[in-house]
Nanobody, 115 residues
Framework: VQLVESGGGLVQLGGSLRLSCVAS????????MTWYRQARGTERELVAT????????SYADSVKGRFTISRDNAKNTVYLQMNSLKTDDTAAYYC?????????WGQGTQVTVSS
């Protein structure tokens, strides 16, 4: 299993970014996918989850209405569209998979929101 995130960077307050996570090594179209984030000195926080068929998505209260998780099963890719970014959104963002009793993480992509 491999999860590779991209799309992070430096963005101004109120700006937007789209993160991508390309997955391989498992049946992507059968798996729920999740984005987490971790700011320096804090616990890792669940941001958003999407079902395998994209029918349902759930979000942390802190990002509801600003972030959208989506996926393209043909491309084995899950996305996180982040709008109206705040300085509190500054963190490393990680793609996560729980599959057949194991948990997998990507290497993370850093998002920094400047004021």
């Amino acid at each position: 299993v491999q999860l590779v995130e991209s799309g992070g960077g430096l963005v101004q307050l109120g700006g937007s970014l789209r993160l991508s996570c390309v997955a391989s090594g498992f049946a992507f179209s059968s798996a729920f996918m999740t984005w987490y984030r971790q700011a320096r000195g804090t616990e890792r926080e669940l941001v958003a989850t999407i079902t395998s068929d994209s029918k349902y998505a759930s979000y942390a209260d802190s990002v509801k209405g600003r972030f959208t998780i989506s996926r393209d099963n043909a491309k084995n890719t899950v996305y996180l569209q982040m709008n109206s970014l705040k300085t509190d959104d500054t963190a490393a963002y990680y793609c996560n998979l729980r599959w057949r009793g194991s948990e997998y993480w990507g290497q993370g992509t850093q998002v920094t929101v400047s004021s």
